[in-house]
Nanobody, 119 residues
Framework: VQLVESGGGLVQAGGSLRLSCAAS????????MGWYRRAPGPQREMVAI???????NYAESMKGRFTISRDNAKNTVYLQMNNLKPEDTGVYYC??????????????WGQGTLVTVSS
């Protein structure tokens, strides 16, 4: 499974960005899709995830500002980020829990896309 992200960049505080991530490969099923972030430091934290049925979960600091959605027909997940703050700066990684034909579900990660929010 390959994950290709797009949409990162530089934006001023209060601005918006939309991240996209398309999954490709011999995918049999996709369970969870989502976004994680690595801010300055070693830890990668959950930003938002969405299940195959559309149920969502957000990090507390993103609630009300970020919206995750997915297009199951396109195996694509989106993250609409509004009212961005400097502390949202980081590398955003696309994530999926997916399975290839005849194989169990596995975790897959994108290469990351940099989001920089200037004050």
């Amino acid at each position: 499974v390959q994950l290709v992200e797009s949409g990162g960049g530089l934006v001023q505080a209060g601005g918006s960005l939309r991240l996209s991530c398309a999954a490709s490969g011999s995918i049999f099923s996709i369970n969870v899709m989502g976004w994680y972030r690595r801010a300055p430091g070693p830890q990668r934290e959950m930003v938002a995830i969405i299940g195959s049925g559309g149920n969502t979960n957000y990090a507390e600091s993103m609630k009300g500002r970020f919206t995750i959605s997915r297009d199951n027909a396109k195996n694509t997940v989106y993250l609409q980020m509004n009212n961005l703050k400097p502390e949202d700066t980081g590398v955003y990684y696309c994530y999926t829990l997916a399975g290839l034909a005849g194989q169990k579900l596995n975790n897959y990660w994108g290469q990351g896309t940099l989001v920089t929010v200037s004050s």
